[in-house]
């Protein structure tokens, strides 16, 4: 057993790349081990703003021997097919054997191959993967056609401790790589996988980013700590700044006070989006004026000198975020909103501006579904949802499309539900973010995301496969999730067509799957076109909960066993059964005792349906299960007596009715 160490070390590999091309890196490496039958027990990628590596451990020295068979023609095929078959397997006629294929004498080649060495294997193996490597983006340099994500500058490549001779782009592999670009440039000498990382670290690199990114969260709370803050947690930027660096150093800046009355959202974007500056955290979670940068070294003046340049920075950055919100702050929202008319929103479509007209149209009329809304704050509010689009800070700074807006309302006096809608409409902006909460906002918010389906869905603009360019499964599931977080009672038929709503009933299943909900429960439950997602989900979970119990399973079995019979005899009779049953035609107590149960069950579950009482309709599904089984254990259906079968075929079709109020059952697999 050996293990196997490959690195390739480039400039500078974008932060944003290194995730997924370790990851496809490991992947790729294990299907092609996988496929030449090498047992592999363990197997790590890394990644580092310079380098991408994998070591794989306790690799066998040789592949395993195979015998692989294949199939030939018959023996009585013609002689250029079974000359062919020979020259595909290089083996003479009378080393083919041959064996009865149904009624025919057929070929079968039988070949042993020997084992490789694996060394000569991931060499042929490494040099697949890095010639096909999914870059999102590559490049060409010098006068080599292969392709990188930036220039490369060395392959290390060690089965055991032996040399694997890679070769890629022009470049050879060897023993050789270089730690940190500044603190240690210094060539390494690597002997073998297990020595890999502790040669790095030696030399200022920690090539593991998830030991590197624990590094940076680790010093940074201890950082805070120390000045008496907390750390404003943002997951999103610790891992770029994890991409960023080899070896993370925290210091601490601070922010000119003067600075310090803009909106924190301002002061956080400018040091997020530009800088990678972390915002730290005051008493009642206020934004303090310290940050936390992150440096790719260790200085020898304790990094004053990095924080000086990083501070003369975000002084120039926040003088222009403080001219853009004073200039922003002349002019009202209204006057801004003129400008929504030159915004294109869809060449397909139309402009920003008519947009806001079709949303000031879904809003009105959302308003009587949105318990509280005050419908003149709702048209209020989408009058300038979009204004600060066009602003100097949007501008700058898209994601604060929205929060800026809020600030610009209150600032000209607007009513706190019509700021708070500006700022929430664009919400729940993903699967952590909230949903609107306050009437005004909801409306806004389901007014827009409903304008955005059904314009693009109108022109064609429909997602396929894994494209959705304009973000609208988003928009889908962030109205399903407003509508059930808040209780809503939309019929969603006033405002989608039938290829929106099955779009929604998709949506609807992906999130509920994730939830622990079945899908074919879902569509058992949707097969009777309510679009009121409410409803919908409580119904399913009620139908799920109840089909998990003993009688749910039994009466769900019954039920298809109900289905089928009256499908193969209303088939036969070419005549629908119906819910005629006659009393005084039944011989069997079992029978009777069915019709009984059904007379005092049916009134409960369409009583607990109508108040939507699942569960309750639920339970008294439950007591149909005794006589349902005693009837299929005692009662013949089909009777030899015409009119007896005719009526116990109708209490069957009480049966199917019954449970239909429920959901379409013959859709729940089981």
Sequence with gaps: MADFLLELFSEEIPARMQTEAARHLKAAFITEIEQAGIECK???????PRRLALIAQYLPEVQPDVTLEKKGPKTSAAQAAIDGFLRSTGLPLEKLEKRMVGKDETYFAVIHQKGQPVATLLKTITEKILGSFPWPKSMRWGNNPARWVRPLRGIVCIFGDALVPVEFAGIKASKITYGHRFMSPQAIAIKNASEYE???RNTNVIVDQEKRRLEILKQAE?????????????????NEVTGLVEFPIVLTGTIDEKFMDLPPEVLTSEMRTHQKYFALLGRKEKLASKFLAVSNMLTHDGGKLIIAGNERVLRARLADGRFFFDQDRKKPLEEWANGLKDVTFHTKIGTIAEKVSRIK????ALAHYVVGTDQALALRAVTLCKADLVTGMVGEFPELQGVMGRYYALHQKEPAEVADAIRDHYLPLGPESPAPAAPVSICVALADKLDTLTSMFKVGEKPTGSKDPFALRRAALGIIRIILENS???PLKKFADDDLLAFF?????????????RHDIIDAVMANGDDDLTRVVARAKALQEFLETYDGKNLLAAYKRT???LNIEEKKDNTKYTLNVKSDLMQQDEEKALLLAFEKTTPAVIQSLGNENFSGAMSALAALRPPVDNFFDNVMVNADDKAIRSNR???LATIRATLDRIADFSLIEG
């Design 361 to 364: 149209v879904f809003a009105a």
């Design 505 to 517: 009933c998709d949506r609807l299943k992906v999130m509920l799957r994730d939830q622990g909900v």
């Design 488 to 490: 809503l009672r939309i």
């Design 649 to 651: 075929l109708c209490l």
């Design 42 to 48: 363990s197997v790590r990628s890394f990644v580092t």
């Design 198 to 200: 502790d040669a790095l």
């Design 222 to 238: 201890t950082v805070a700590g120390e000045n008496k803050l907390s750390l404003k947690r943002d997951e999103g930027l610790l």
């Design 563 to 565: 289905v089928n019979i």
